[in-house]
């Protein structure tokens, strides 16, 4: 663990205090972080299914702890601003198992998590939650956990009562130790402001279709908004296109047009980097 990480962890709980509302476009590898941490980010995320297909492996806790866990390292060492990873559901249903990953995620440079429900019973999150808090505490880096809950994005429950379903969450999981609270799918702008309204933890917004733009939540009251697996999904996107010319007709002219030079690419990352 660097010596910089206790100060990143308090940058990063700070930034979502405000002012501004907190962008992270998210990353898949330590080039796309660098990336983006040269375009201006505060922060960066990682996406959990950007870093498993990168290593070839389907999103959904199906990554091998080690490669995630190789991922951040790689990633830390050519960033300055603090990372926040994209933990899943911790990877084990043993809530011990899932404090000593992220004891070593701390150790890799990570300030911060997300730790999702999915389709489990709350009481369950709470226990991970415990053991990841008594783990940062062990390390003594005030770790941020973003708490994300599946009520909207898996319809758990009735679309009546998933806002007072997200809010009792919401409660239970900042009794366990939550710093922020992640409800990915819901784009409602009076949702939004409701569930930003109805809880004293950060709320996190992550791109959909129809979810208002920076301004709008801001004055929602969300403080942070994730890119999500948009960025990755959207250039693999362009690439099968690409590809698939190719393929077909071997044209130089779609490969080349637009594009960044090498040298400017090359030149964003560093040789050595403590």
């Known amino acids: 663990m660097s010596t910089d990480t206790p100060h990143r962890a308090e940058t990063f709980h700070a930034l979502h205090q405000g002012p501004d509302l ?3 476009p998210n990353a898949w590898d330590a080039g796309s972080a660098r990336l983006i941490e040269s375009l201006g980010a505060k922060a960066i995320a990682t996406t959990s299914a950007g870093v498993a297909w990168t290593h070839g492996y389907p999103d959904g806790d199906a990554l091998p702890l080690e490669r995630l866990l190789s991922t951040v390292s790689a990633i830390t060492r050519v960033i300055r601003v603090p990372l926040t990873v994209d ?10 198992q899932v404090g000593e990953a992220a004891a070593r995620l701390i150790d890799a440079g ?5 730790l999702e ?29 973003n708490v994300r809950t599946d009520v909207y994005l898996r319809g758990l429950v009735p679309e009546p009562l998933r806002q007072q379903e997200t809010l009792a969450r919401a409660e ?6 939550a710093d922020g609270l992640f409800v990915p799918a819901l784009v409602d702008a009076a949702g939004l ?9 950060p709320v996190n917004a992550m791109v959909r279709p129809g979810l208002p733009d920076a301004q709008a939540l801001r004055r929602l009251g969300v403080r942070r908004l994730s890119a999500g ?13 690409l590809v698939s010319g190719f393929l077909a007709d071997g044209r130089s002219e779609p490969l080349t047009q637009g594009r960044m030079s090498y040298a400017a690419i090359n030149a964003l990352m560093p040789p050595d980097a403590p």
Do not use: W
């Open 22 to 24: 907190l962008i992270l």
């Open 87 to 96: 933990f899943e559901g911790g990877y084990s249903d043993d809530p011990a």
């Open 110 to 114: 990570a300030v911060g998590i997300n």
């Open 117 to 145: 429900d999915g389709s489990g019973p709350p009481a369950a999150l709470c226990e991970k939650l415990a053991r990841v808090r008594q783990a940062s505490t062990r390390r003594g880096v005030r770790l941020f956990i």
């Open 172 to 177: 239970q999981y900042r009794a366990a130790g």
């Open 193 to 201: 402001q409701a569930i930003a309204a109805g809880t004293v933890l």
């Open 229 to 241: 697996t948009s960025i990755p999904v959207t250039l693999l996107s362009q690439a099968s296109a």
